[in-house]
């Protein structure tokens, strides 16, 4: 389990999210389509450690490509949940976040379904074998 606080990203991920190529892919990996954004955590604490930690587990990558005259990169996902939500953490290939910085992506609107606003506490769990 990691916590932190929500913090507001940079406005990019419901550009990204939006992409059809990554949409079908999050469909097909991690069995939903994501939200068009992003829901970002800062890490505390003792769960900066683990962030580093599940680095080591099996991580799905969706495949970057090319669109509208640009390149995409590569997304590496991680299944999890937010509170009752499903969810993944997502680490683009080209990333402006530190690693104290969770961008997750859920079906849903978290920070709606949530009722959070900037620095609510939040956990995110990653379930591993």
Not at 90 to 106: A, N
Request: glycine share 12%; proline share 7%.
């Amino acid at each position: 389990i990691l916590s932190g606080n929500v913090v507001s990203g940079l406005g990019e991920g419901k550009y990204y999210m939006s992409q059809e190529p990554y949409r079908k892919q999050f469909q097909e990996l991690m069995g939903f389509v994501p939200f068009p954004g992003t829901f970002n955590v800062r890490l505390v604490g003792g769960s900066i450690p683990i962030r580093k930690k599940i680095d080591s587990l099996n991580w799905v990558t969706v495949r970057g490509f090319n669109a509208e005259g640009r390149t995409f990169g590569d997304v590496k996902g991680l299944a999890c949940k937010v509170g009752d939500h499903p969810a993944a953490i997502i680490v683009p290939g080209r990333t402006h976040y530190p690693d104290d910085t969770l961008e997750i992506i859920s079906p849903v609107a978290l920070r709606e379904c949530l009722g959070t606003k900037d620095s609510d506490p939040v956990t995110v769990e990653v379930e591993y074998d």
